[in-house]
């Protein structure tokens, strides 16, 4: 199957090419980024320090969406609405990883979702995945006395706070309590708040170093306190679960799956 690549020179992007080129039947289809790009016309082998691929970086997205069965997408929020458009056009299976969506680009993937298969997830881990289950769970046994706070570490690029990963996190939890995050999340405390209503979910935000991604859930309840944290080491976890999405997703009917989905959870 051919997997083409967008943002390929990004953090992820790098990674997602090492991942196609030692997964068996994948085969990278070429490789995007933003036009003012400095590697624009590189070899993508040679991009991340490997063998010639044959292949170069370009700015022309849809030759590329013409050319791959699948197109993996950790880039930028405005150009993942715009390729999730040239998904539909092309009926290319779109695998999303780009984080911060507001609401008229999440409805972007939604609209493409009817012509082709999405999978969007905001962390492509199985440990994640497997946390997002637990989460879930434990907030739905524990009353909620036991107040629940999210806390995300990352490296001191990371654009979005709360992270994506910490926001699915607060769904799960909110799922488990069967109320709306919108109507009880707490992303920001400043200055004289008062005490912390009954129900919040909370969340805090660390930036800092070259952190990939940790995630902790906190139910502190009288007298205890339960903690379940995630740590990523490296975006490998990550890119090799957003390759086996795209070979998953050549198997679908039009749609927006999960990783959920991917993983059959
Ligand atoms: P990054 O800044 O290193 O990479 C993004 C790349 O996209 C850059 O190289 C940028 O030039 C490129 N880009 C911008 N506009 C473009 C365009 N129009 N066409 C093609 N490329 C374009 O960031 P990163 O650390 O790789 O993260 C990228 C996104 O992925 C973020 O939203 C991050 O939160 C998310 N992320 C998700 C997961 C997950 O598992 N879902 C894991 C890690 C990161």
């Excluded at 309590?177 to 992303?187: E, F, P, Q, T, Y």
Aim: glycine letters at 12%; hydrophobic letters at 45%.
């Amino acid at each position: 199957m051919k997997i083409g690549i967008v943002g390929a020179a990004g953090r992820m992007g790098r990674m997602l090419i090492a991942a196609v080129q030692s997964t068996d039947g994948a085969e990278l289809a070429g490789g995007t980024e933003a036009a003012d790009h400095p590697e624009i016309n590189r070899d993508l082998g040679e991009l991340v320090g490997g063998e010639t691929a044959g292949v170069q970086l370009s700015s022309d997205p849809r030759a590329l969406f013409d050319a791959a069965d699948a197109v993996i997408d950790f880039t930028v929020p405005t150009a993942t609405a715009a390729h999730a458009a040239l998904a539909a056009q092309t009926a290319t299976v779109l695998v999303v990883g780009t984080t911060g969506l507001d609401v008229d680009q999440q409805n972007a993937i939604h609209t493409a979702s009817e012509k082709t298969v999405l999978v969007q997830a905001a962390n492509f881990s199985v440990g994640i995945n497997v946390l997002l289950g637990l989460v879930e769970k434990a907030a739905s046994v524990l009353p909620d006395v036991y107040d629940i706070e999210i806390l995300d570490m990352h490296h001191h690029h990371k654009v979005d706070a709360p992270s994506g990963t910490a926001l699915a996190l607060g769904e799960a939890a909110a799922a488990g309590r069967g109320v709306n995050l919108d109507d009880v999340a707490c992303k920001v405390r400043d200055g004289i708040i008062g005490a912390r209503p009954r129900g919040e979910i909370g969340f805090a935000t660390l930036r800092g170093g070259d952190v990939v991604g940790d995630h902790t859930v906190m139910y502190a309840g009288p007298g205890e306190r339960i903690e379940i944290t995630h740590k990523a080491a490296s975006r490998e976890v990550f890119a090799n679960g957003a390759v086996r999405a795209a070979l998953w997703g050549c198997d679908q009917q039009p749609g927006l799956y999960s990783m959920k989905d991917v993983l059959g959870f």
